[in-house]
C-alpha cells in the first residue's frame, strides 16, 4: 500500500530551505573538526624522539604546562604546532625541564 502525503508548496520550498541551511551548518562545522582528527596528533613516543627528551621529562613538560595535550584514556597526544613551539622555544630541547 502506498501512502501519499500532501504538502503546500510554501512548506515545501521551506523544508528544502531549511535542509539546506542544516547541510550548511553541518559542512561548516565537519571544516572546523578537521584538524582535531587524531592522525593530525603524535603520540608520546613521537614526541619524546623529536624533542630527544625521555618519558618522564616529557611528563615533566605536561605537569608544568609547557606543552598542551589530549588525553583519551591512557594515552596523551600532542599537535605538531606544540611540538615545534616547544623546540623553538628552547632551541634543541634538552632535559632540563
Known amino acids: 500500500m502506498i501512502e501519499v502525503i500532501t504538502i503546500e508548496r510554501r512548506a515545501f520550498e521551506q523544508m528544502l530551505e531549511d535542509m539546506q ?8 562545522l565537519s571544516r572546523k573538526c578537521q584538524d582535531r582528527k587524531l592522525s593530525k596528533w603524535i603520540t608520546n613516543e ?3 624522539e ?8 616529557l611528563q615533566e613538560l605536561r605537569y608544568k604546562h609547557k606543552i ?3 588525553q583519551i584514556g591512557r594515552k596523551f597526544y600532542y599537535r605538531p604546532e606544540e611540538v615545534e613551539l ?9 632535559n632540563n625541564v
Not at 21 to 28: G, K
Not at 86 to 94: A, E, K, L, N
Open 68 to 70: 598542551a595535550y589530549t
Open 46 to 48: 613521537d614526541v619524546c
Open 21 to 28: 541551511l542544516l547541510t550548511a551548518r553541518v559542512e561548516t
Open 50 to 57: 623529536l624533542l630527544r627528551i625521555s618519558p618522564r621529562s
Open 86 to 94: 616547544v623546540q623553538h622555544q628552547s632551541g634543541t630541547y634538552t
